[in-house]
């Protein structure tokens, strides 16, 4: 009798098993239901393949995609299983021929999607009955979850399974699943019993980056340029991006093509093909693309949007580097993005399930977010646990400056204690920052708490409790309203027994930068201590004044005066009036003292990219100048609006861009003080929408505000440029 050791090497060529494979496999033939998640890559189609040879009779798998059943078909029968599929693909005499090869018991392994199989006016399920079926597999078995991450309403049909097949055993099998998504499973599919096995979901040798959205597809050719000969997927949400993507891409030189379900089954299908073959070497899709795909060198997956929850993306990312190869996952941030999910995430006539898929947003938005290790979340979302780092995602990669955050933390816990529990992570900032929101209850307005954090933003708050959260000094409910409570570890520090470290904002200076050409090392730690003591004199965050990325760029061309100080990236006019001095003054007796000289005419500067061509400056349109010409003769937004016949927010408009052009300075409409905060956050969120930045900024914050350093910014970065 074949062990099936012995089938795992006759048939799979592999000497052992891999996560819990062998585990499984026996649970399912000793006639026992199964729930297996295990990570994309780690051998799922074994758990039931297997059994299939072993048991005898006939294994049916339940499959949502055309594509992923003839992969699998085809890979049986290369291995010597004989294996089919019946999908509304084929003729009739094809499945003719199929029925009667089902018959005479030919086929081990009969692929089918749900719908098939309980389809009212088909008569397969009574068929079926009538062979000798020994085992049920459903693949991708989130899809039967209204909380899983693609829902299929077809899938529910399966509910009848243990009904019309009450003494087969069933094995559920996914990749991703979260604990309420695994409950759902087990309950809709009726399974007896059933074991259990939840492997490790560490991809080790994926590399996780999330990149802020500052001219992306810049930032994307930029990474792709390091991986000419590499095969890769880029996700894209919409169908319309994917084909502009991939035309662009391709006049770019690479070998791209698109995908996405609004083509026909002949272009999908080409297309498809040829990624396998390595005939293309990038595939630009929507999430239409991918499921079931086995192709193992996918040496990267990027995401250019941002997912709507951690297990779709969890699961694409997992088609990068199946074959245990060093891979990445790229993803750029932009707030805005959130903001336009958010309309996606609303279910109709179900505010359960809109909840559900709003705090899966949300969790989505936080790991984007993070200044702790991306891995250690990524696996506590699924229930388990990772040391704090990984030496292999950016936040890990970088250095953060960390501060004492012991009374910051305090202020926070306490918040959560004095709320007893009850609220969610924006009441709680909204108490913490004295806001006079009507959502606030006027009790809590006398609690010792309110306002004790006015002096934080809203946006640093939510950094704050979520770093807490990752350091298990606070935690999150795990049901529709998630509301923070405290941990076993919050007690040391509200009585002051334990002190905490806080991580700084995180730079937004693009990932993937390009190699500088070697730096004198004690020069850049000298500009790093100026600018250190520049920071505390101004009381703001060290990278505020001037990034990593500009100081090395400092050491290692040496300008020597202010007009070369302007061609380092980060230097714009009010940082050079501001800072620039100070940092020649290091500089210059730094090269005398070691017989250096400038370096500056070596600085290359970034590689061109196919852009639109900018439009020749006239100046400010004529009601522009208008608007402009009354209020330096003194009149108020309000007085220009009324006699122009105006709103004043477009007044506002008016005057912003004559910051962009220099001729208003940013001092006029921000202080000093607020400047470095809201670009910040412009820098973090993305300038499309306004919205979100006014939330995170808060009620400090003024809508002129924003859009005067916004305007500010785009003077900076024509400059840079």
Known sequence: MTTPAQALQKY????????????????????????????????KSICYQLPAVLLGGLTIVISPLIALMKDQVDALNVTGIPAAYLNSTQSSAEQSDIIQRLRSGEIKLLYLAPERLFKSESRLTD???????????IDEAHCISHWGHDFRPEYLMLAGLKTEFPNIPVIALTATADQLTRKDILEKLNLHNPAQFVSSFNRANINYTVAPKKNSTGQLLDFLDKHKEDSGIIYCLSRQSTEDLAAQLQREGFSAEAYHAGLSNDVKARNQEAFLRDEVRIMVATIAFGMGINKSNVRYVVHMDLPRNIEGYYQETGRAGRDGLPSEALLFFSAGDAFKLQRFAQVEDNPEQTRIMLRKLDDMVQYCQLQSCRRQYLLKYFNEDFPGHCGSCDVCLSEFEKFDGTVIAQKALSAVARLKERFGMGYVIDLL?????????????????????ADISKADWQRHLRELIQLGYLQTSQDAYPVLQLTERSDAVLKGLEKIELTL???????????????????????KNQRRDLAERENVPAYIVLSDATLMELATYLPQSLPELRQISGFGELKLQRYGEAFLNIIIPYCQ???????????????????????????????????????????????????????PQTVQNHLCAFITTGELDISTFVSAQKLPVIADAVESYGSEYLSPLKEVLGDDYSY????????????????DS
């Open 12 to 43: 799979f060529g592999y000497s052992s098993f891999r996560h819990q494979q062998e585990a499984i496999v026996q649970q399912l033939l000793n006639k026992g239901d199964a729930m297996v998640l295990m990570p994309t890559g780690g051998g």
């Open 127 to 137: 068929f079926l009955k009538s062979l000798s079926v020994s085992l049920i597999a």
């Open 433 to 453: 920052r004295g806001s006079n929101s009507a959502k606030l209850r006027e009790e809590h307005k006398q609690l010792k708490t309110y306002g004790a954090g």
């Open 505 to 527: 904002s995180q730079s937004t200076e693009e990932t993937h930068q390009p190699e500088t050409p070697p730096h004198e090392a004690p020069l850049f730690n000298q500009l």
């Open 593 to 647: 003292a070691n017989g250096l000289t400038s370096k500056i005419a070596e600085r290359t500067t970034k590689r061109a990219r196919e852009r639109k061509p900018k439009p020749k400056t006239t100046g400010a349109s004529n009601t522009q100048q208008e608007s402009f010409n009354l209020y330096k003769s003194g009149k108020s937004f309000e007085e220009i609006a009324k006699q122009r016949d105006l709103s």
């Open 704 to 719: 002129l505000e924003i859009r005067a350093v916004i305007s500010w910014m785009k003077r900076e970065m024509n400059q």
